[in-house]
């Protein structure tokens, strides 16, 4: 079945370092792709999507290009802040591939922490 | 702005009791879904509705656990009885559709479950 796989966290990083999360996705057809992120004590909110090949999802400063090719969907950010500090989650969305009814697969989520 | 609401944040119970959480979605939002979150872990659905309807549900321990939304909005999630290793975040989210291009979910806060 579908299925996602993320880098092992935590990832510690200082302040106005770059951050790279690695994603890869398994799918029978033809996903849509999420980061979404999970601060301390709240629920999940979306930061990026892309819906297709070669596209490219940005938010906040954060970017991830959906890679057919290598069914990666890598987060990166040129310059993290303390405020970065959370929980990413990887995930798909493939409303059209076999027994999928739209529900999100969620890879095992990469804990970011930035130092001052 | 329109916010998924969960009740409650948190509840700590006694292993063998019955315990309930309650999600209203953004109104308008035909689809509805119970993730549950163990701790490191991604969430993984328990139960998509659309309308009062349910879509899946093939995740969901049936002999313990069950879920309603008898009126397509607002729904409830039972556990009765509860075991130690229920203990996790239960998530609940929303969407407009069942299936699109891509399929944009609105989480709540969650409900913080622990069993002992």
């Known amino acids: 079945g579908d299925s996602v796989t993320q880098m092992e966290g935590p990832v510690t990083l200082s302040e106005e370092a770059c951050l790279t999360i690695n994603c890869t996705y398994t799918a029978t057809g033809y996903p849509s792709l999420f980061w979404y992120v999970q601060y301390p004590g709240e629920g999940l909110q979306l930061l990026l999507k892309a819906t297709k090949a070669d596209d490219k999802g940005s938010n906040k400063g954060f970017e991830a290009t959906y890679r057919k090719e290598t069914t990666s969907f890598h987060l990166e950010k040129g310059s993290v802040q303390v405020s970065d500090s959370a929980v990413y989650f990887c995930a798909l969305s493939d409303p059209y591939g076999s027994g999928n009814t739209g529900k999100l697969i969620f890879g095992q989520g990469t804990t970011l922490q930035v130092k001052p | 702005e329109a916010e998924v609401a969960q009740s409650p944040r948190y509840k700590i119970t006694e292993k063998s009791q019955a315990v309930a959480f309650w999600c209203d979605p953004i109104s308008g939002h035909a689809t509805l879904y119970w993730y549950r979150q163990i701790l490191g872990q991604g969430p993984e659905l328990l139960v998509q509705f659309q309308d009062e309807s349910v879509v899946d549900d093939s995740q969901l321990p049936k002999d313990r656990f069950s879920a309603e939304r008898l009126k397509g909005v607002d729904s409830t999630l039972k556990i009765q009885p509860a075991e130690l290793g229920d203990s996790a975040m239960y998530l609940c989210?929303?969407?407009?559709?069942?299936?699109?291009?891509?399929?944009?979910?609105?989480f709540g806060p969650g409900t913080r479950l622990t069993v002992l």
């Open positions: 989210a929303s969407s407009l559709g069942l299936a699109s291009s891509y399929n944009e979910q609105f």
